[in-house]
Protein backbone atom coordinates (compact mmCIF):
# COMPACT_ATOMS: atom_id res chain seq x y z
CA UNK A 1 0.00 0.00 0.00
CA UNK A 2 2.93 2.46 1.13
CA UNK A 3 6.05 3.04 -0.57
CA UNK A 4 8.80 5.14 1.76
CA UNK A 5 10.24 7.36 -0.68
CA UNK A 6 13.78 7.18 0.80
CA UNK A 7 13.96 3.65 -0.17
CA UNK A 8 12.49 1.07 -2.30
CA UNK A 9 10.49 -1.17 -0.19
CA UNK A 10 7.06 -1.85 0.06
CA UNK A 11 4.94 -1.71 3.03
CA UNK A 12 1.23 -3.60 2.89
CA UNK A 13 -1.36 -3.00 5.24
CA UNK A 14 -3.58 -5.92 7.01
CA UNK A 15 -6.38 -5.56 8.79
CA UNK A 16 -4.86 -7.37 11.46
CA UNK A 17 -3.12 -5.44 14.43
CA UNK A 18 0.12 -4.64 14.94
CA UNK A 19 2.02 -4.09 17.36
CA UNK A 20 2.97 -0.33 18.60
CA UNK A 21 6.18 1.74 18.44
CA UNK A 22 6.71 3.14 21.38
CA UNK A 23 6.89 7.23 21.02
CA UNK A 24 8.08 9.31 23.43
CA UNK A 25 5.83 12.50 22.07
CA UNK A 26 3.73 14.10 24.45
CA UNK A 27 -0.69 13.53 23.30
CA UNK A 28 -1.35 17.09 22.55
CA UNK A 29 -5.12 16.53 22.42
CA UNK A 30 -8.71 18.53 23.11
CA UNK A 31 -9.67 18.75 26.75
CA UNK A 32 -12.39 17.27 27.80
CA UNK A 33 -15.67 19.36 27.04
CA UNK A 34 -15.51 22.14 24.38
CA UNK A 35 -15.27 21.22 20.51
CA UNK A 36 -14.42 25.03 19.43
CA UNK A 37 -13.71 24.74 15.87
CA UNK A 38 -12.59 22.47 12.65
CA UNK A 39 -10.31 20.18 14.51
CA UNK A 40 -11.12 20.84 18.07
CA UNK A 41 -7.95 23.03 18.69
CA UNK A 42 -5.36 25.31 17.35
CA UNK A 43 -3.10 22.25 16.58
CA UNK A 44 -5.70 20.57 14.63
CA UNK A 45 -5.18 17.12 16.18
CA UNK A 46 -8.47 16.17 15.74
CA UNK A 47 -8.04 14.08 19.13
CA UNK A 48 -9.68 13.81 22.54
CA UNK A 49 -9.01 11.56 25.61
CA UNK A 50 -12.30 10.67 26.60
CA UNK A 51 -13.73 7.31 24.33
CA UNK A 52 -17.14 7.86 22.85
CA UNK A 53 -18.14 4.29 22.98
CA UNK A 54 -20.59 3.17 19.92
CA UNK A 55 -23.23 2.38 19.32
CA UNK A 56 -24.75 6.39 18.97
CA UNK A 57 -28.31 6.94 18.65
CA UNK A 58 -29.83 10.36 17.22
CA UNK A 59 -30.84 12.98 19.48
CA UNK A 60 -31.93 15.34 16.77
CA UNK A 61 -31.10 16.80 13.47
CA UNK A 62 -30.89 20.06 11.94
CA UNK A 63 -31.07 20.84 7.97
CA UNK A 64 -28.86 23.78 7.60
CA UNK A 65 -29.59 23.96 3.50
CA UNK A 66 -27.80 22.87 0.97
CA UNK A 67 -24.63 20.28 1.71
CA UNK A 68 -23.34 20.55 5.53
CA UNK A 69 -19.68 19.82 4.42
CA UNK A 70 -18.27 22.17 7.62
CA UNK A 71 -18.11 20.53 10.72
CA UNK A 72 -19.43 21.90 13.91
CA UNK A 73 -18.81 23.83 16.79
CA UNK A 74 -19.71 23.12 19.85
CA UNK A 75 -19.12 24.72 22.92
CA UNK A 76 -20.77 25.06 26.32
CA UNK A 77 -24.67 24.00 25.50
CA UNK A 78 -24.82 25.19 22.04
CA UNK A 79 -23.73 24.02 18.69
CA UNK A 80 -22.73 26.36 15.68
CA UNK A 81 -23.15 24.88 12.10
CA UNK A 82 -22.56 26.57 8.80
CA UNK A 83 -24.22 25.31 5.15
CA UNK A 84 -23.43 25.74 1.74
CA UNK A 85 -26.36 27.70 1.19
CA UNK A 86 -24.56 30.47 3.31
CA UNK A 87 -26.68 29.94 6.44
CA UNK A 88 -24.62 30.01 9.91
CA UNK A 89 -26.76 29.03 12.95
CA UNK A 90 -26.34 28.52 16.42
CA UNK A 91 -28.50 25.51 18.10
CA UNK A 92 -29.32 24.08 21.32
CA UNK A 93 -27.16 21.02 22.36
CA UNK A 94 -30.21 19.30 23.95
CA UNK A 95 -32.73 20.15 20.99
CA UNK A 96 -31.11 20.99 18.35
CA UNK A 97 -33.60 24.04 18.03
CA UNK A 98 -31.65 27.23 16.66
CA UNK A 99 -30.92 29.73 19.26
CA UNK A 100 -30.18 32.37 16.01
CA UNK A 101 -29.38 31.99 12.48
CA UNK A 102 -27.42 34.42 10.03
CA UNK A 103 -27.02 34.77 6.74
CA UNK A 104 -24.43 35.07 4.18
CA UNK A 105 -25.12 35.63 0.32
CA UNK A 106 -22.02 33.04 -0.24
CA UNK A 107 -22.06 29.51 0.67
CA UNK A 108 -19.56 28.37 4.18
CA UNK A 109 -17.78 25.27 3.23
CA UNK A 110 -15.27 26.67 6.00
CA UNK A 111 -15.87 25.82 9.75
CA UNK A 112 -16.90 28.03 12.23
CA UNK A 113 -14.49 28.90 15.11
CA UNK A 114 -15.72 29.90 18.57
CA UNK A 115 -13.17 31.82 20.48
CA UNK A 116 -13.64 34.41 23.90
CA UNK A 117 -17.54 34.53 22.90
CA UNK A 118 -16.88 35.42 18.37
CA UNK A 119 -17.66 33.13 16.58
CA UNK A 120 -14.89 33.07 13.02
CA UNK A 121 -16.32 32.02 9.61
CA UNK A 122 -15.49 32.82 6.33
CA UNK A 123 -17.49 32.42 2.95
CA UNK A 124 -17.12 31.05 -0.62
CA UNK A 125 -17.36 35.04 -1.50
CA UNK A 126 -14.31 35.98 0.13
CA UNK A 127 -15.66 37.74 3.04
CA UNK A 128 -14.29 37.10 6.50
CA UNK A 129 -17.07 37.22 9.58
CA UNK A 130 -16.54 38.01 12.95
CA UNK A 131 -20.49 37.25 14.81
CA UNK A 132 -21.25 37.32 18.70
CA UNK A 133 -21.40 34.25 19.58
CA UNK A 134 -24.49 34.70 21.62
CA UNK A 135 -26.58 36.68 19.02
CA UNK A 136 -25.27 35.75 15.68
CA UNK A 137 -24.57 40.09 15.35
CA UNK A 138 -21.74 41.16 13.13
CA UNK A 139 -19.12 42.30 15.13
CA UNK A 140 -16.71 43.00 12.23
CA UNK A 141 -15.88 41.20 8.66
CA UNK A 142 -13.08 41.89 5.96
CA UNK A 143 -13.04 41.38 2.51
CA UNK A 144 -10.46 38.88 0.66
CA UNK A 145 -9.32 38.60 -2.57
CA UNK A 146 -10.75 35.50 -3.54
CA UNK A 147 -13.28 32.28 -1.59
CA UNK A 148 -12.34 31.22 1.91
CA UNK A 149 -12.73 27.17 2.50
CA UNK A 150 -10.29 27.54 5.45
CA UNK A 151 -11.31 27.24 8.88
CA UNK A 152 -9.98 29.78 11.21
CA UNK A 153 -7.24 28.57 14.20
CA UNK A 154 -7.14 30.98 17.24
CA UNK A 155 -3.49 32.05 18.76
CA UNK A 156 -3.51 34.37 21.63
CA UNK A 157 -5.08 37.64 20.94
CA UNK A 158 -5.05 36.45 17.28
CA UNK A 159 -6.93 34.68 14.38
CA UNK A 160 -5.78 32.93 11.40
CA UNK A 161 -7.10 31.72 8.26
CA UNK A 162 -6.18 31.32 4.85
CA UNK A 163 -7.62 32.51 0.88
CA UNK A 164 -7.62 31.40 -2.47
CA UNK A 165 -6.02 34.94 -2.94
CA UNK A 166 -2.77 32.69 -1.93
CA UNK A 167 -2.64 34.24 1.49
CA UNK A 168 -2.38 33.26 5.14
CA UNK A 169 -3.71 36.17 7.37
CA UNK A 170 -3.02 36.77 11.47
CA UNK A 171 -6.14 39.38 12.45
CA UNK A 172 -6.48 40.82 15.92
CA UNK A 173 -9.35 38.95 17.05
CA UNK A 174 -11.31 41.69 18.51
CA UNK A 175 -10.85 44.00 15.22
CA UNK A 176 -10.22 42.33 12.36
CA UNK A 177 -6.73 44.64 12.33
CA UNK A 178 -4.41 42.75 10.20
CA UNK A 179 -0.95 41.65 12.01
CA UNK A 180 0.59 40.29 8.84
CA UNK A 181 -0.36 38.00 5.68
CA UNK A 182 1.85 36.03 4.04
CA UNK A 183 2.07 35.08 0.36
CA UNK A 184 2.46 31.96 -0.97
CA UNK A 185 2.75 30.29 -4.12
CA UNK A 186 -0.89 29.51 -4.93
CA UNK A 187 -4.36 29.04 -2.81
CA UNK A 188 -4.12 28.57 0.91
CA UNK A 189 -7.20 26.00 0.96
CA UNK A 190 -6.55 24.50 4.39
CA UNK A 191 -6.57 25.46 8.10
CA UNK A 192 -3.69 26.85 9.78
CA UNK A 193 -2.52 24.66 12.17
CA UNK A 194 -0.50 26.53 15.45
CA UNK A 195 2.50 24.60 16.22
CA UNK A 196 3.92 26.37 19.17
CA UNK A 197 5.43 29.18 18.07
CA UNK A 198 5.13 28.59 14.20
CA UNK A 199 2.13 28.70 12.14
CA UNK A 200 2.21 25.59 8.97
CA UNK A 201 0.22 25.49 6.28
CA UNK A 202 0.15 23.05 3.26
CA UNK A 203 -0.62 24.75 0.36
CA UNK A 204 -1.35 24.16 -3.33
CA UNK A 205 1.93 25.07 -4.30
CA UNK A 206 3.01 21.83 -2.91
CA UNK A 207 5.25 23.09 -0.03
CA UNK A 208 4.59 22.41 3.76
CA UNK A 209 5.22 25.60 5.18
CA UNK A 210 6.37 26.68 8.70
CA UNK A 211 5.66 30.94 9.45
CA UNK A 212 6.76 33.06 12.25
CA UNK A 213 3.38 33.54 14.55
CA UNK A 214 4.52 36.45 15.94
CA UNK A 215 6.52 37.89 12.47
CA UNK A 216 4.93 36.21 9.59
CA UNK A 217 8.05 35.58 8.34
CA UNK A 218 8.89 32.15 6.67
CA UNK A 219 11.11 30.13 8.49
CA UNK A 220 11.20 26.68 6.80
CA UNK A 221 9.54 25.12 3.63
CA UNK A 222 9.70 21.52 2.57
CA UNK A 223 8.93 20.40 -0.70
CA UNK A 224 5.92 17.96 -1.46
CA UNK A 225 5.22 18.37 -5.05
CA UNK A 226 1.71 18.64 -6.75
CA UNK A 227 -1.22 20.19 -4.83
CA UNK A 228 -1.80 20.37 -0.70
CA UNK A 229 -5.25 20.82 0.29
CA UNK A 230 -5.19 19.29 3.48
CA UNK A 231 -4.53 21.10 6.57
CA UNK A 232 -1.68 19.66 8.70
CA UNK A 233 -2.15 18.33 12.63
CA UNK A 234 0.94 18.56 15.18
CA UNK A 235 1.53 16.71 18.08
CA UNK A 236 3.85 19.18 19.78
CA UNK A 237 7.46 17.95 18.18
CA UNK A 238 6.04 17.55 14.20
CA UNK A 239 3.13 18.24 11.89
CA UNK A 240 1.37 15.83 9.49
CA UNK A 241 0.38 16.01 6.65
CA UNK A 242 -1.09 14.66 3.33
CA UNK A 243 -1.30 15.73 -0.39
CA UNK A 244 -3.60 14.45 -3.46
CA UNK A 245 -0.66 12.85 -4.82
CA UNK A 246 -1.29 10.51 -2.17
CA UNK A 247 1.92 11.22 0.07
CA UNK A 248 2.51 11.50 3.67
CA UNK A 249 4.94 13.21 5.81
CA UNK A 250 6.05 13.97 9.19
CA UNK A 251 7.66 17.57 9.68
CA UNK A 252 10.07 18.55 13.01
CA UNK A 253 8.30 21.92 13.88
CA UNK A 254 11.50 22.83 15.61
CA UNK A 255 13.66 23.41 12.60
CA UNK A 256 11.68 22.05 9.72
CA UNK A 257 13.76 18.85 8.90
CA UNK A 258 11.55 15.97 7.36
CA UNK A 259 11.25 12.95 9.40
CA UNK A 260 9.57 11.28 7.18
CA UNK A 261 8.03 10.81 3.98
CA UNK A 262 5.99 7.81 2.37
CA UNK A 263 3.40 7.13 -0.70
CA UNK A 264 0.53 5.55 -1.66
CA UNK A 265 -0.07 3.37 -3.63
CA UNK A 266 -3.21 2.28 -4.30
CA UNK A 267 -5.49 3.39 -6.78
CA UNK A 268 -7.37 6.60 -6.48
CA UNK A 269 -4.57 7.59 -3.18
CA UNK A 270 -5.15 11.27 -2.55
CA UNK A 271 -5.37 12.73 0.68
CA UNK A 272 -7.89 15.15 1.14
CA UNK A 273 -8.07 15.78 5.13
CA UNK A 274 -6.31 16.21 8.18
CA UNK A 275 -4.95 13.55 10.40
CA UNK A 276 -6.21 12.37 13.94
CA UNK A 277 -2.51 12.25 16.17
CA UNK A 278 -2.74 11.67 19.53
CA UNK A 279 0.94 10.07 21.12
CA UNK A 280 1.66 7.11 18.77
CA UNK A 281 -1.94 7.06 17.06
CA UNK A 282 -1.79 8.84 13.86
CA UNK A 283 -5.20 7.95 11.39
CA UNK A 284 -5.21 9.24 7.84
CA UNK A 285 -7.70 8.83 5.19
CA UNK A 286 -7.75 8.42 1.41
CA UNK A 287 -10.14 9.21 -1.77
CA UNK A 288 -8.32 5.50 -1.92
CA UNK A 289 -11.66 4.78 -0.05
CA UNK A 290 -8.99 3.80 3.10
CA UNK A 291 -8.46 4.66 6.62
CA UNK A 292 -5.30 3.36 7.80
CA UNK A 293 -3.09 4.17 11.23
CA UNK A 294 0.52 5.31 10.63
CA UNK A 295 3.41 4.77 13.23
CA UNK A 296 4.14 8.50 13.40
CA UNK A 297 7.93 7.75 14.00
CA UNK A 298 8.50 6.03 10.84
CA UNK A 299 5.54 6.31 9.12
CA UNK A 300 5.29 2.85 8.63
CA UNK A 301 1.46 1.44 8.14
CA UNK A 302 -0.07 -0.04 10.94
CA UNK A 303 -3.36 -1.29 9.65
CA UNK A 304 -5.96 0.11 7.71
CA UNK A 305 -9.77 -0.13 6.89
CA UNK A 306 -11.62 -0.35 3.53
CA UNK A 307 -14.64 1.68 2.70
CA UNK A 308 -16.79 1.66 -0.27
CA UNK A 309 -15.98 5.35 -1.62
CA UNK A 310 -14.34 8.17 -0.81
CA UNK A 311 -12.96 9.48 2.52
CA UNK A 312 -13.05 12.92 2.59
CA UNK A 313 -14.08 13.18 6.07
CA UNK A 314 -10.91 14.11 8.40
CA UNK A 315 -10.88 11.54 10.95
CA UNK A 316 -11.55 11.85 14.68
CA UNK A 317 -9.98 10.04 17.47
CA UNK A 318 -12.28 9.73 20.75
CA UNK A 319 -9.88 7.81 23.47
CA UNK A 320 -9.92 4.20 22.11
CA UNK A 321 -12.49 4.78 18.92
CA UNK A 322 -11.74 6.82 15.64
CA UNK A 323 -14.76 8.10 14.10
CA UNK A 324 -14.71 9.33 10.52
CA UNK A 325 -17.08 9.55 7.19
CA UNK A 326 -17.06 8.34 3.88
CA UNK A 327 -19.01 9.00 0.72
CA UNK A 328 -21.18 6.08 0.42
CA UNK A 329 -23.30 8.43 3.04
CA UNK A 330 -21.84 6.16 6.25
CA UNK A 331 -20.24 7.31 9.61
CA UNK A 332 -17.85 4.61 11.09
CA UNK A 333 -16.55 3.89 14.42
CA UNK A 334 -13.45 1.88 13.85
CA UNK A 335 -11.38 0.61 16.91
CA UNK A 336 -7.70 2.51 17.04
CA UNK A 337 -5.90 -0.07 18.10
CA UNK A 338 -6.54 -2.75 14.90
CA UNK A 339 -9.08 -0.89 12.66
CA UNK A 340 -11.90 -3.56 12.83
CA UNK A 341 -15.15 -1.79 12.46
CA UNK A 342 -16.92 -1.50 15.71
CA UNK A 343 -20.47 0.27 14.47
CA UNK A 344 -21.94 2.47 11.17
CA UNK A 345 -24.29 5.13 11.03
CA UNK A 346 -26.13 5.57 7.31
CA UNK A 347 -26.88 9.18 6.87
CA UNK A 348 -28.84 10.86 3.69
CA UNK A 349 -25.72 11.76 1.54
CA UNK A 350 -22.14 11.70 1.56
CA UNK A 351 -20.32 12.74 4.41
CA UNK A 352 -17.41 15.48 3.57
CA UNK A 353 -17.91 17.03 7.54
CA UNK A 354 -15.52 15.95 9.87
CA UNK A 355 -16.99 14.52 13.39
CA UNK A 356 -16.86 16.99 16.14
CA UNK A 357 -17.13 15.39 19.68
CA UNK A 358 -17.73 17.20 23.13
CA UNK A 359 -20.06 17.39 25.84
CA UNK A 360 -20.74 13.82 25.23
CA UNK A 361 -22.48 14.19 21.79
CA UNK A 362 -20.89 13.85 18.48
CA UNK A 363 -22.04 16.17 15.73
CA UNK A 364 -21.39 15.70 12.40
CA UNK A 365 -22.99 16.92 8.68
CA UNK A 366 -24.38 15.05 5.57
CA UNK A 367 -24.89 16.06 1.50
CA UNK A 368 -28.40 15.79 2.32
CA UNK A 369 -28.41 19.17 4.50
CA UNK A 370 -28.45 17.70 7.84
CA UNK A 371 -26.33 17.87 10.77
CA UNK A 372 -26.69 14.88 12.86
CA UNK A 373 -26.16 14.92 16.47
CA UNK A 374 -25.42 11.52 18.05
CA UNK A 375 -25.61 10.01 21.57
CA UNK A 376 -24.21 6.41 23.47
CA UNK A 377 -27.22 4.65 23.08
CA UNK A 378 -26.45 2.62 26.49
Known amino acids: ?16 AVAFVPWAAARAIVPDGDWPGF ?9 RAQ ?31 AGMRGQVAALDLQTGRPRWTFKSPSAFSASPLVFRGTLYIGDEGGVFYALNAASGRPRWKIQTGDKITSSASAAGRYVLFGSWDNHLYCVDANTGRRK ?22 AG ?48 RVRDGRLRWMVREREAGAACIVSAAVSGSELIEGSRSKRVFRLDPATGRPLWTFLTKDEVNSSPTIAGAVVYVGSDEGV ?48
Open 1 to 16: MFAGMCSSSLFRVGLA
Open 39 to 47: RGGSAMTGA
Open 51 to 81: TLAPPLRERWAYNVGGAADATAAIVGATVYV
Open 180 to 201: WAFKTGAQVYCSPCVAGSRVAV
Open 204 to 251: CDGKVRLIDLATGRQKSAVQVGGNLGATPACDGRYVYAGSLGGVYLAV
Open 331 to 378: LYALSVANGRMLWKFRMGGEVKSSPAIGRGVLVIGSGDGFFYCLEPSR
